[in-house]
């Protein structure tokens, strides 16, 4: 059939929430130039080159090749749910009940969705960052809630003013969704950055959706730290975490989240009717990458990724017109081009049809975004050489 027959049927108004985003764009855009046999560099994708570390995958082919490979508990293994839990108390400090505390979840994005259908009406608002991750407002409006973002001024390093996040709240106001380390501008909240939003959500009674994907990739003299362990959060705090990022296993679609019981309970309930369970034998391999101190593979990847990033950061910050520091956490790193006088978009474009490097246009993580762009740090030491003698000619 084709697409215009289909769509003269009509489709659900919640998909105009979610217009074609500037990252699918360029995306798309690399696609073609690879098929025309261009050599492009991707800097784009938010993944690391290394695959899985083998000891993972060989666990869990194990575990498929003999015989598990059933629907789970709609909750996750108790197995996984330990390990995470063992990883909770070993890396983070908190004491989580496996039992009730702990759902298993398809990667962080599901981790989300579970949380917004647990706690949001219609009409509710979220309180969320700009710049931030491109699929949080979509995904809090196909539940009908309404995303309120808050500006992360680059003046106050890109963390919130306490004044105008708390002045963002309002009758409707539910949550307050943040993610640290910061996707895209390398932020790690400290203890005390935590607080502006602690005062505010307990202040507001308020849930707050914590997105700590890259919390395992922190850099220097950074450390990260878990709002649910500040006083009065445990209560109110929906902590998502994975293994996506950081021990590069995003196809395996698995993480957690971390609640209070009652939110726990109703997610299971939204799981059971909407996918069932986390794969089985995926449980098995993650349950091996969290059950134990991070192996060698994943320590060798996570120094060389530090290495990557600072390399790659520090280029960049040499080329004419860019400022860019090295991340406090994550991989990426987020490009100040607003001396040059660019504006994001058209300089991505321009900088992958004619110079075949693809970056993410700043403007593609909201308002705040225009004027940045967002160059992942952790492909190959030869792309990223590459990338960078053609950014040097893009920028002279
Ligand atoms: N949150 C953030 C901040 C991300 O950067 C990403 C991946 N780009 C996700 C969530 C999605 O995580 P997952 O693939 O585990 O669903």
């Given at each position: 059939m084709k697409t215009e027959n289909t769509t003269s049927l009509g489709l659900a108004n919640r998909i105009h929430a979610a217009p074609e985003s500037a990252t699918v764009r360029i995306a798309d855009l690399a696609k073609k130039l690879r098929r025309r046999g261009e050599d492009v560099v991707d800097f784009s994708a938010g993944r690391a080159f290394e695959d899985t570390p083998k000891d993972i995958c060989n666990t869990a082919s194990k575990a498929m090749m003999s015989g598990d490979t059933h629907q789970t508990m709609a909750q996750g293994k108790p197995e996984y749910r330990e390990a995470v839990a063992k990883k909770l108390k070993r890396e983070n400090g908190i004491d989580a009940d496996p039992e009730s505390e702990i759902i298993a979840t398809f990667g962080c994005k599901n981790g989300l969705t579970l949380s917004l259908l647990a706690t949001i009406n219609p009409g509710d608002e979220v309180i969320l960052e700009d710049p931030g991750f491109v699929s949080y407002a979509p995904t809090i409006q196909f539940f009908g809630g309404v995303p309120v973002p808050v500006p992360l001024r680059p003046e106050n390093n890109h963390r919130w003013d306490e004044e105008e996040l708390r002045a963002a709240v309002t009758d409707r106001t539910k949550a307050i969704?943040?993610?640290?380390?910061?996707?895209?501008?390398?932020?790690?909240?400290?203890?005390?950055?935590?607080?502006?939003?602690?005062?505010?959500?307990?202040?507001?009674?308020?849930?707050?959706?914590?997105?700590?994907?890259?919390?395992?990739?922190?850099?220097?003299?950074?450390?990260?730290?878990?709002?649910?362990?500040?006083?009065?959060?445990?209560?109110?705090?929906?902590?998502?975490?994975?293994?996506?990022?950081?021990?590069?296993?995003?196809?395996?679609?698995?993480?957690?989240?971390?609640?209070?019981?009652?939110?726990?309970?109703?997610?299971?309930?939204?799981?059971?009717?909407?996918?069932?369970?986390?794969?089985?034998?995926?449980?098995?391999?993650?349950?091996?990458?969290?059950?134990?101190?991070?192996?060698?593979?994943?320590?060798?990847?996570?120094?060389?990724?530090?290495?990557?990033?600072?390399?790659?950061?520090?280029?960049?910050?040499?080329?004419?017109?860019?400022?860019?520091?090295?991340?406090?956490?994550?991989?990426?790193?987020?490009?100040?081009?607003?001396?040059?006088?660019?504006?994001?978009?058209?300089?991505?474009?321009?900088?992958?049809?004619?110079?075949?490097?693809?970056?993410?246009?700043?403007?593609?993580?909201?308002?705040q975004g225009e004027g940045f762009l967002r160059i992942t740090c952790v492909k190959s030491d030869q792309e990223l050489e590459k990338g960078i003698e053609r950014m040097k000619k893009a920028f002279a």
């Open positions: 969704l943040f993610c640290s380390p910061h996707n895209p501008t390398g932020v790690v909240h400290t203890p005390e950055n935590l607080e502006i939003i602690s005062r505010v959500a307990i202040e507001k009674n308020l849930y707050v959706i914590s997105d700590e994907i890259y919390e395992r990739v922190v850099w220097g003299r950074h450390r990260h730290t878990c709002i649910s362990t500040l006083p009065g959060m445990k209560e109110r705090s929906i902590t998502l975490m994975g293994l996506t990022k950081t021990a590069s296993m995003g196809g395996w679609r698995v993480g957690f989240a971390y609640a209070p019981e009652p939110v726990i309970k109703a997610m299971i309930t939204l799981q059971q009717h909407l996918a069932t369970c986390v794969s089985s034998f995926t449980q098995v391999g993650a349950a091996h990458a969290f059950g134990e101190e991070p192996g060698p593979e994943l320590t060798t990847m996570w120094k060389n990724w530090e290495r990557r990033c600072e390399y790659m950061t520090g280029e960049l910050d040499k080329l004419p017109g860019v400022s860019c520091a090295m991340p406090e956490g994550g991989f990426y790193g987020w490009a100040d081009i607003r001396e040059t006088g660019k504006a994001s978009e058209p300089f991505a474009e321009k900088l992958l049809t004619e110079h075949h490097v693809a970056v993410v246009p700043g403007a593609a993580f909201g308002k």
